[in-house]
């Protein structure tokens, strides 16, 4: 496959229709399952290549991605790109509710190496952009200087004019519509359709 399309990108993963929380709690309608997406390296490699030569002008000596799916793209474009890599992990408070719970932690090993240095945030898909809003926190609190976000594919716009209001470029390799609720806004919720919480069953969501 060398279409780098969201259609295309969409083949590769494992998608449900229903009604879903995902991690930043916002609503849903699509899911999809990322588990597997870097289990075939060569059938993801024309969205990674595309999405290196995105960040190259960027000119950042880290490529930062949280776990899982965007810990494994980070790797993969800092080898492309010869500049280091680190990962952050997700920890959930143990308080439920409010929209953007999860923290993104750094490694202590990587923590000290990053002071001062440009840095690209990537994941392989950004909706709301929990994760990457989180990884971009915590490298704050290490005087990292976090100079772009990129994903494989960006759903919607949410994520995204998050980061265009703290000045932080944008690179996707594919860009698809999305609907994404708050809670109190929901549609399926109003329909009475069940809620499945999927953040809380699976490590990787769409976000």
Known sequence: MSQTTAAAFLELVDGRRGHFRLESYHHSQLWLDLDALFAEPRRIAPFVATLADALRPHAVSVICGPLLGGAFLAQLIAHALGVEFCFTERVMPAEPGGLYRARYVLPSAFAARLRGKRVAMVDDVMSAGSALRGTYAELLEHDAVPAVAGA???????????????????????????????????PLCASGLPLEDVAALQKEAIE
């Open 152 to 186: 494989l594919l960006l759903l919607g716009s949410t994520g995204a004019d998050f980061f265009a209001d703290q000045g932080v470029a944008v690179e996707a390799v594919a860009r698809d519509n999305y609907d994404l609720w708050l809670p109190a806004d929901c």
